[in-house]
């Protein structure tokens, strides 16, 4: 399941005969089918790809859904899932039977009287109009005992769109494997993720310059799809200059140990002007690493809404 973690299937609409592809098609395991840039060439390619293939639409993002009230109602409907320049901020209410989530796609639930308990689960399956079944959460190695009724804000991001809405706890299955019933919602508010949306953060990273062997640790203020920025006691590099940057992150529920290519692209004293500020540019960044970045910048956006 965490090979097609983060890859949806294609839609008809994302895709034509003759079109340029801005971004890259893979299978469901994550092997890649046609690359970036390229045109599908037929029919049969077309009907071929729609069949097998997936995309990550991370580089489509645009934000995320705002704060959302456990008791609002939603009233609007649209069933538009892309949406024209002009509307790349704004939010759009939808019907849920249009989100195309799969099973094992991860939920990001916090709850609406205690704003510090938040927990990560995976989607198990649904009951139509009746209720969404997740894995129950587990805090060290156990099943979190929630009880019935409680209010949750709930928040997915399955690829180019970010979802928010409200559920509550319609029954907790404890055997034989413990699992939730969520209240079911017809609607949820919808938006896209900005690629370069920026999640404030305190990580220590490791940094070395590819033209010398100094490696230094740096503490980052704020994380991005695109780079990080740093503080350093010493100036590392000058810009341009092409290096590697190290750190650990909690993504989806895993550590993950991250390792990007960067190029520097800023460097300036700090107010003090005792230390240096950073800022660098993630290059060539591998699918698996795409998709480790993207889950914990937009869990950490999350967060802080």
């Known amino acids: 399941m965490s090979e097609v973690q983060g890859l949806m299937p294609l839609r008809k609409t994302e895709i034509s005969v003759g079109e340029t592809i801005n971004w890259p098609i893979y299978s469901q395991d994550g092997c890649l089918l046609l690359n970036a840039g390229l045109k599908i060439k037929d029919q049969q390619q077309l009907e071929h790809l729609m069949e097998v293939g997936y995309c990550n639409a991370n580089h489509l993002w645009d934000s995320i859904p705002s704060k959302l009230s456990a008791s609002e109602t939603l009233s609007k409907s649209s069933t538009e899932e892309s949406a024209p320049p002009t509307d790349l901020n704004k939010e ?4 849920l039977d249009s989100v195309r989530w799969t099973v094992g796609e991860v939920f ?3 709850t609406h009287d205690q704003s510090a308990a938040r927990y990560t689960v995976r989607l198990i399956g649904f009951i139509k109009n009746k209720t969404l079944l997740v894995t129950a959460p587990v805090i060290n190695g156990k099943a979190e005992l929630i009880r019935e009724g409680q209010a949750f804000i709930i928040r997915a991001f399955p690829g180019k769109k970010a979802y928010a ?10 055997s034989p494997h413990a699992y939730l019933h969520l209240s079911y919602p017809k609607q949820v508010r919808s938006t ?3 690629q370069g949306a920026r999640a404030a953060v305190k990580i220590i990273a490791s940094v070395s310059m590819k033209n010398s062997d100094i490696t230094a640790a740096a503490t980052l203020g ?3 799809m695109g780079g990080a920025s740093g503080i350093l006691k010493k100036q590392i590099g000058n810009k341009g200059d092409v290096g590697v940057i190290k750190f650990k992150v909690h993504a989806a529920g895993n550590d993950e140990y991250l390792v990007l290519d960067t190029i520097l692209r800023s460097v300036a004293e700090t107010e003090n002007g005792e230390e240096f500020r950073h800022g660098f540019e993630f290059v060539n960044l591998t699918p698996q690493s795409r998709l480790v970045l993207s889950a914990f910048v937009h869990q950490t956006l999350a967060e802080k809404d």
């Open 222 to 224: 704020d994380l991005s």
């Open 192 to 194: 896209t993720i900005r």
């Open 92 to 95: 759009s209410i939808v019907e």
């Open 108 to 110: 990001y639930l916090q």
């Open 165 to 174: 809405f409200a559920a509550t706890l319609v029954k907790y299955i404890y």
